[in-house]
């Protein structure tokens, strides 16, 4: 319980999205132990949207890895090939479980206003 409360004392410090994205995939991982933790968001025009990677964590990853702010949206994966995502985002379940020999979780991340994104 001690290493969860020191994660969230140590967010709450934050007010720049991209370091609270990093911190939160970093205490997810620390707190959990999955192969892998990310945090996605859907940039682009209505009918044109796609993800971009806000912070990502492998297993043996030293420190997250991002697509840059000013990516070309275009490069980026579109909406529709992360079908689970997208349901997520929708909210229809609180958990989307793929299944599959290794598990994979996406549910999503929520402000007071609107989702900002998926955790896988």
Do not use: K, N
């Amino acid at each position: 319980m001690s290493q969860l409360v020191d994660h969230l004392a140590e967010m709450t410090g934050f007010r720049d999205r991209d370091i609270l994205d990093v911190t939160l995939v970093s205490a997810l991982r620390d707190l959990l132990g999955p192969l892998s933790v990310a945090i996605y968001r859907v940039v682009g025009e209505r009918g044109q949207e796609h993800w971009i990677t806000r912070a990502r964590l492998g297993e043996g990853d030293a420190t997250a890895t991002a697509d840059p702010v000013w990516s070309d949206t275009d490069t980026l994966p579109r909406l529709d090939q992360f079908p689970a995502r997208v349901q997520a985002m929708a909210g229809e379940t609180s958990v989307v479980t793929l299944p599959g020999s290794l598990s994979r979780s996406i549910f999503p991340v929520r402000t007071d206003r609107e989702v900002v994104g998926v955790m896988e």
